[in-house]
């Protein structure tokens, strides 16, 4: 067995016992819940997606203390959150990390002008319109909630990012999920709200 | 869907009876069946968006509409680089904003599945995919050697810069051959105002109006520019609301909507404009002078005669009479159940007449203002086109044909010949977005972008009193690699005829140009070569200048309008190919959104429907839903029976648009074409194919099925649409103040 090689076996026997031991606990760890807000209700056992490259949110949230909407920009200017333009994952891994295998797949998407197709993991059906905005606005904005602490809203329905690579669904997300919430929150309770 | 839940019947009853928001929620927490498994599908980042690009937020960009030819101003939201909605453009003095239902459902010929996707070209039997090198060498080699005079270019109406391309097309070739044809026009209109006001376009102003009788124009829906006319229209029903007579054979949108609907006779509405007009001057209701002669001319149309020819009570004529001298000032059209006669010319002159003698001229009706650059000025499309180039087809006077926006072989009538006449025609060349009637007989389709995906420029020929050219400019990329935009093609073809169009790698290059070297009259003073006059036009859509006003000038004369023998005859009826804002001329057919909206009168959805008066039902004992044999002395189709009031006896009207034999999954196969059965009649004076003028048998088939209808019945019941009391009333049983 090379250097490399062994280099290799040994982060694959690392990361497996994260994923084995180590997640599970992390993600049943609460985040802290803001004080201006009743939680949703509801836990749900997401599959493991795989995506073209296994971005590490674990790594740019918990160690490099990035914030949710530093790459999720949209989320408080639009219904979707969004997944960052490649180039913004450029702006920052055109210097860092540039020897990572990772970063030189997302390097080869970006020269052959490319974004790479992730696979989605929180959907909500068609009929239902979900807008983050509006969520930021009501829970950040207007209840002067510090942006830094952001991710703790973010968490309410999806989870404890910063303990996972990829992300996975852990809330149901589904109606009953949402109106309790909106009717522990005063949020609107006529039907076309969401349904329109 | 209560899968491992066990509920016994005890339970079930406590859970009705909780009732409230507990249990409503109690279904919101199973797995929804339709919510996306994790994985399942793809989201795509930006590699790198522009700055304004948000996703999830749409843009709204400004265009043209191309599904009629009013050339109404669109906006169109674009989100994630998909055109999603389209509406009307607020800068377009056209539509102010509006859009009609085949405006809105442009998305719907963009997305449509059976687009024409890689270019065609004929190999022995059939046509094959072929490169568009390969087409475009075999078209340049077939324009290069033909010569002029047997070189032909069909279209629909055509304006602004397509249109100059189009004449440099024909110019180069050495050709005069261009024939615009469209089915649905006001061609004979325009000929009568020409020749008695000495205007072809005024200015028509419902919003002056307070009557307006129209004879079988449906300016609500199929007649100039609707959209515009509905704006001004309810500018005439505000304020105090105006009188709308309307006379007509088969009921149309515009005559739902008049207070008073006259079903004159088929073919009958000169004699009975006449007969309007002879009591106007007989009781000296006109606001114009007449003369002696004119007024013994008139006098032979007495109110006895015109009701026994038109078949329409003493009463209710000088009704309309006294509507149009009281309820002034007056505005008469003449539309096409009116003007689609054999002297279709002289019923229109009829009605122009009273226009005259009521003073309209002047008030109702203003000057023409046309566009000050005459070669981007629209060319319309008419019938008499269609004739001329069926004529030629038969003398075999063409080796190379163009047929772009045109479809004959669906809707010219079948007694032209235009499908066998083809076979004489060497190389025809189709430049469509769809596999239509016509493409799938031609030897090379080149397919086209859609009007989302192109650039282009629209002067359009009725504008209401601006002078605006409108911009279209694609709202998105092209969904299929192999399309190219009609103007693509224009220019490569030009280039190899001409050297200097070497210049233009593509339309959008030549166009850029083209406004750059507008003249200061047509940008209203603003440098055209300015970057931001480009801007400001892509912005805004619209490029409004001063159009160059025309005259009017009355001539008062009383037209020699036939009296039809046909319709005296008990055994045949008039057959009326309706036309209607959905699927106008056939070319909406396959559009899902326009084909499963129900007609606006008659109510029936999906399938060819022919209308019928209940009396006439009832004397061939036929009954909703009967199948028909329809049959004319040019041929013959069959569809079934809906019956209503909205017919005069004597007609019998199969909406047009459906029919078709090929044009894509939506259209193909579905209800019976009219317009194939039309008798050969054209009007004398224009050449214009009259369409009201055919004459058919109409027999049981042992054949039925049901008529899918919304609404269960034609009449309320006696029952108002909404109960109100007055407000007196009100105070007195409520106890308000």
């Keep these: ?196 | 869907m209560m899968k491992g839940v066990k509920v016994n019947r005890r339970s079930f009853l406590k859970m009705l009876g909780w009732g409230g928001a507990g249990t409503a929620l109690a279904g919101c927490d199973m797995p929804t069946t339709v919510t996306l498994e994790e994985g399942k599908e793809e989201v795509v980042s930006y590699l790198s968006p522009e700055e304004y690009v948000i996703p999830g937020v749409g843009v709204w960009y400004a265009s043209t509409c191309t599904q009629c030819d009013a050339g109404c101003g669109l906006h169109g939201r674009v989100r994630e680089g998909r055109a999603l909605k389209l509406e009307g453009n607020p800068d377009s003095p056209l539509n102010n904003g509006k859009s009609c239902m085949m405006g809105q459902s442009g998305v719907q010929t963009h997305y449509n599945p059976d687009r024409v996707t890689s270019p065609m070209m004929r190999k022995g039997n059939s046509l094959q995919a072929v490169s568009w090198d390969e087409a475009m060498a075999e078209l340049g080699k077939q324009v290069s050697s033909v010569s002029g005079d047997r070189f032909a270019f069909v279209s629909g109406s055509l304006s602004g810069h397509q249109s100059v391309l189009t004449s440099e097309l024909l110019s180069k070739v050495g050709s005069k051959n261009h024939f615009a044809y469209e089915t649905i026009n006001t061609s004979i209109w325009q000929a009568v105002s020409k020749d008695l006001l000495g205007d072809a376009m005024p200015v028509i102003r419902y919003d002056k109006a307070g009557v307006i009788l129209s004879f079988g124009a449906d300016f609500l829906a199929t007649w100039m520019s609707p959209v515009h006319n509905a704006g001004e229209y309810a500018k005439f029903r505000q304020g105090e609301r105006g009188v709308l007579v309307q006379v007509e054979p088969k009921m149309t949108l515009t005559g739902g909507n008049a207070d008073l609907w006259v079903p004159a006779a088929p073919g009958t509405e000169g004699v009975l404009a006449l007969g309007i007009a002879n009591i106007i001057v007989s009781r000296g209701w006109n606001k114009v002078d007449v003369p002696a002669s004119v007024k013994t001319e008139l006098a032979q149309y007495d109110l006895n005669k015109v009701e026994k020819i038109t078949g329409i009570q003493g009463s209710k004529i000088k009704r309309i009479a006294s509507l149009l001298s009281e309820r002034g000032p007056a505005l008469v059209l003449a539309g096409e159940s009116t003007v689609g006669q054999a002297k279709g010319y002289e019923a229109a002159s009829a009605v122009m007449l009273l226009n005259i003698i009521m003073g309209s001229v002047g008030t109702t009706i203003e000057p023409s203002v046309s566009f000050p650059e005459n070669a981007l000025a629209a060319k319309q499309g008419n019938t008499s086109s269609l004739k001329a180039f069926a004529q030629g087809l038969s003398d075999s006077k063409y080796d190379v044909v163009f047929f772009y926006n045109s479809n004959p072989i669906y809707s010219a009538p079948e007694a032209l010949g235009v499908e066998s006449g083809l076979d004489k025609v060497k190389f025809k060349v189709a430049l469509t977005m769809f596999p239509d009637e016509t493409a799938l007989k031609a030897d090379l389709v080149l397919p086209l972008n859609s009007a989302i995906e192109d650039w282009g420029t629209h002067v359009a020929a009725y504008q209401g009193g601006s002078a605006t050219m409108s911009l279209q400019q694609p709202l998105m990329e092209p969904l299929y690699k192999e399309t190219k935009g009609f103007g693509d093609i224009m220019i490569a073809l030009l280039s190899k005829l001409d050297e200097g169009y070497k210049q233009f790698p593509d339309y959008y290059a030549y166009l850029r140009t083209s406004v750059k070297n507008m003249p200061a009259e047509l940008t209203g003073g603003a440098l055209a070569s300015d970057e931001s006059f480009w801007n400001g036009l892509l912005q805004k859509g619209v490029l409004k200048t001063t159009g160059v006003t025309g005259s009017l000038t009355a001539t008062l004369a009383v037209a020699k309008v036939g009296t039809p023998t046909d319709h005296l005859d008990q055994t045949s009826l008039t057959l009326i190919p309706s036309a209607r804002l959905g699927l106008w001329d056939g070319r909406h057919a396959n559009i899902p959104w326009l084909q499963e909206a129900p007609d606006q009168i008659s109510k029936v959805v999906w399938d060819s429907w022919a209308e019928m008066h209940p009396h006439t039902a009832a004397e061939m004992n036929l009954k909703n839903g009967d199948i028909v044999k329809i049959e004319s002395k040019s041929g013959s189709i069959e569809t079934q029976v809906a019956i209503t009031k909205a017919i005069h006896r004597g007609a019998i009207s199969v909406p047009m648009g459906q029919g078709h034999k090929e044009y894509g999954r939506y259209a193909k196969q579905t209800g019976a074409n009219s317009l194939s059965i039309l008798d050969p009649v054209f009007d004398h004076k224009t050449g214009e194919l009259a369409t009201h003028a055919t004459q058919v048998k109409v027999s049981k088939t042992r054949k039925n099925q049901i008529l899918i209808k919304m609404g269960g019945s034609d009449v309320q019941m006696g029952r108002s649409f909404v109960r109100t009391v007055s407000a007196d009333q009100l105070r007195r049983t409520e106890g308000g103040a």
């Design chain 1, 1 to 196: 067995m090379t250097a490399t090689k062994k280099m290799k076996f040994m982060v694959s026997v690392f990361a497996f016992a994260v994923f084995a031991f180590v997640l599970p606990a992390t993600s049943l760890a609460d985040l802290p819940v803001p004080a201006h807000i009743i939680p949703p209700v509801g836990e749900h056992s997401g599959e493991h997606v795989p995506q073209p490259i296994d971005f590490p949110h674990d790594r740019h949230v918990n160690d490099m203390k990035i914030n949710c909407m530093y790459c999720h920009t949209y989320a408080r200017r639009s219904a979707v959150a969004g997944i960052p333009p490649t180039s913004k994952c450029m702006g920052c891994h055109k210097m860092i990390a540039t020897d990572k295998p990772r970063i030189q797949k997302l390097t080869e998407y970006w020269e052959k002008g490319e974004s790479p197709k992730w696979k989605k993991v929180h959907d909500v059906p068609d009929y239902v319109h979900f807008s983050h905005e509006k969520h930021i606005r009501k829970f950040v904005d207007k209840a002067d909630f510090p942006v830094e602490d952001v991710q703790q809203v973010c968490g309410l329905c999806h989870g404890e990012v910063k303990a996972m690579t990829v992300a996975e669904k852990v809330k149901p997300l589904n109606m009953g999920f949402c109106v309790r919430c909106h009717e522990a929150n005063d949020g609107p309770g006529d039907c076309w709200k969401c349904h329109k």
